[in-house]
């Protein structure tokens, strides 16, 4: 009964969106009605509340409605929706002050003498605004209203101008940042969370291991990876619509013609253009730069935005006026005076100690004030006779709580889907079908294009994406990130609504269009835009690196990038270290040698051997990382013939146990009737039987040498894995070794500074306060500590201080045990002392060669050059199948 309940509520989603009912309260209202239905039904017929509902009850899911509602609205660490209304009000801004009408006007009259000009202008105007706005209705309504009527009246062909404006309305969905990309975001966050859980669930089953490794794990994403990720997909579609204009351009003169600018190309032209031009760009570069360097957070860069438009459109609207631009003039002068204090002075003022600090501090305050007037001044200038600041705060208000309301909605309406089963059912039918992750991904796709032509972007991202995602994000056959999932969403979601008859895009376009502009031509059109946006979809499909390469390089050069141990970058790193270090000549293998022909005769023979051994510990893990890569060879190589038949098990094995779940289920049933309800029990017993033969039989399916293939396999992967961590443990070792005798004699004249303190506290071990020695000998100790190898030593002045601690102190234990450390001290120092100076610069040297490649686990950073290459290793989706 709980499908029939699902497909109420689906009906009733349906019936209230098509009959215009607001989506706000459709989402919601579908889900509460449902959900009561379905408990009033199973009190009257069954006399439970409960009993139709997939699991749990109506209580249980209303409550969990309310609690994701909860979760959106009031989780503090859940803060990636602050970004919304910054970023529309930023975009409302920028288009009340008619900074994007300058935009197109200025860029027809710069490329219109181009063949295509006015049609590649209109792109170009199109991105930009996509980077401010983010909205596709106002970016679309905006070129329609002002580029339209001048592409018509140049005689462009209505078809090649209306579908080039559609487009490039669309481009907002894609083009960070978008308003988009930010929900997707945070619904992603959500998902990865139970992909995780999932692949977790699926290693136990296939495996019997408890624990899945943290390198099968699901990635999660943020708004700013999402940014990151979206940036190259954006600009490659903008780089094709700007080709396709101009290749038409140039074979079809007439479908997009010329059109020269009447005016004089002199110095007042160029300025206007620069004025024009240098603003928004500026914007967008500090804007994306910010997220992209790494300087700020999405929230902060929405926040920069909504300042950067107040102060844009503060000179626009009143650029006829004297002193237009003195506002930008001291916006400009403060963020000098800023960024030259933080650059030259340190800029805390609990830490001022000189008059340089407080001259720092001056300067950055005097910046802030005058960022500050600067803000002030340019946004009292929007409270004029036209009410702009008014039109642009309502306007925001109205989208955000649109957005906002529309999550509420779906928060509750993804708990009553589930409440129904229709998660099980979307998950089971998914995985049912044949052509493993890349049959879910196209159905996925496909249904997301179809929603496309009637639900808006955001709509699909609270409602579709929560349910289909964690299922693509936990296949491990693809192990695919979630960023490249959102960006493939977005592409998808843009090209839906360009295409006809149902288009968003082409709705907003007739609306404003002219009547001589006929609604087929407008089809006609976008269907060239549309080739192109397939292209792009399946271009970043095949090639994931476009999307993944930014958001992982951003990361690894990031001040709280992972450290060089982190379990994920190992078998990146592998690789980068066997193309150094397995090669003919390299300076690995020339850092041994040199090492190998140090005289080490004047080191103690503990550090002798210690070197030695850490020499021999290199050439073993050289020879065992060489061995996994020949291991990982074989894998790969014996593959070809394994994962089909692994996968053919794993189906069956996954059958099984679902028929298994149902037959458990069964049994349950029977045990709960009563003794005179015979006939149903014979009827339920039937079905277990029926149950247990297709169990019999699918087991019979799977190869008799199945266990014996597996066993093999695994043996090989396990082999792998081992001599990975062999090669890991050796190198870690060694460099440690190495470097901690270097430690020692670079700290050697330190070291022997150190006889004074302990001459000092043997003169006071019987006669000072017990209370004072222990304080000093804590401080000594903690001077020994930073010097490796004095663990023996500091061992014995441990005893000394818990003696001293005694209320009967027994000062010849203190005494003998004080000078056991000092004599330990001595040995120590005498063996240094007799070491020759040139051998610590020579491990100096050894250390600097090895540390960028075998010895780069134990940094504490990752290294530029390395950080480049794990950017574009881990681009790429890796298989993750043979292990589960």
Known sequence: MELFFLLILILTMAFALGSGFPVAFALPGAAILSISLAAISGLVFEGDLDAYFHSGGASQWISAGVTNLRGIYWEVERDTLIAIPLFIFMGIMLQRSKIAEDLLVTMAQLFGRVPGGLGISVVFVGALLAATTGIVGATVVAMGLISLPAMLRNNYSPSLATGTIAASGTLGQIIPPSIVLIILADQLASATDQASSMRKSLFKENTGELMMPSVFDVTSTSAGEMFLGAFVPGLVLVGLYMIFILVLALLFPKTAPAVPYDGKVDKNFWIRVFLTLVPPLTLIVIVLGSIISGIATVNQ?????????????????????????????????????????????????????????????????????????????????????????????????????????????????????????????????????????????????????????????????????????????????????????????????????????????????????????????????????????????????????????????????????????????????????????????????????????????????????????????????????????????????????????????????????????????????????????NIQKDFLINSVNKKKTLVQNLENKIPKDWPKVYKEFQSIIKSEKLTRIKYRRLMDYSYEEINKIYTILKFKHKFSRFRVNFENLSKKLETDDPKKLIKEINLFKRSLTEIPDNRKIVSYLNKVSRSLKKKNIKYDKVRKDFNFAFELYRKKIDKINNIENIIAPQLFDYLENVSNSIAVRQQSKIPRKLALYLAECRADHKDLSLYF
Request: aromatic letters at 10%; glycine letters at 6%.
């Open 301 to 677: 860069a929405g926040a920069i935005g909504a300042a950067g438009a107040i102060v844009m459109a503060g000179y626009r609207l009143h650029s006829s006026a004297k002193g237009a631009f003195y506002p930008s003039l001291i916006l400009i002068c403060s963020l000098l005076l800023i960024s030259y204090s933080l650059i030259y002075y340190d800029m805390n003022i609990k830490s001022i100690d000189s008059e340089e600090d407080k001259i720092g501090i001056f300067i950055g305050a005097l910046g802030s004030i005058l960022l500050i007037f600067s803000l002030i001044w340019s946004g009292s200038r929007l409270f004029d006779n036209k009410k702009t600041i008014q039109g642009v705060m309502l306007e925001t208000a109205k989208t955000t709580s649109l957005v906002f309301i529309i999550l509420l909605g779906a928060a509750m309406l993804t708990a009553a889907f589930r409440a129904f089963g229709g998660e099980d059912l979307v998950r089971d039918y998914l995985n049912s079908l044949a052509g493993g992750f890349w049959a879910k991904f196209i159905v996925v796709m496909a249904v997301i294009f179809i929603l496309g032509f009637f639900l808006d972007f955001i709509e699909i991202a609270v409602v579709v994406v929560p349910i289909v995602a964690p299922i693509l994000l936990a296949d491990p056959s693809a192990n695919i990130t979630a960023v490249w999932l959102g960006v493939m969403i977005g592409l998808n979601i843009q090209t839906s609504f360009l295409t006809p008859p149902f288009g968003f895009a082409l709705f907003y376009l007739r609306g404003v269009a002219p009547a001589i502009v006929k609604t087929v031509q407008m089809y006609k059109g976008v269907v060239p835009f549309i080739g192109l946006q397939l292209l792009a979809l399946a271009v970043v499909g095949f090639y994931p690196s476009l999307v993944n390469y930014l958001p992982n390089r951003m990361s690894f050069l990031s001040e709280t990038s992972p450290p060089p141990k982190n379990p994920k970058l190992q078998y990146c790193i592998e690789k980068y270290v066997g193309n150094i270090a397995l090669t003919e000549n390299n300076e690995v293998k020339e850092a041994i040698t040199k090492l190998k022909n140090v005289d080490l005769n004047s080191l103690p023979s503990n550090y002798r051997s210690s070197i030695i051994k850490s020499i021999n510990n290199v050439d073993e893990g050289l020879l065992n990382l060489q061995k996994a890569f020949l291991l990982e060879s074989e894998i790969n190589k014996k593959a070809k013939k394994y994962r089909p038949t692994l996968t053919f098990v794993r189906n069956i094995q996954k059958e099984i146990r679902s028929l298994e779940i149902e037959i458990k289920d069964l049994k349950d049933r029977i045990l709960r009737l009563d003794e005179n309800e």
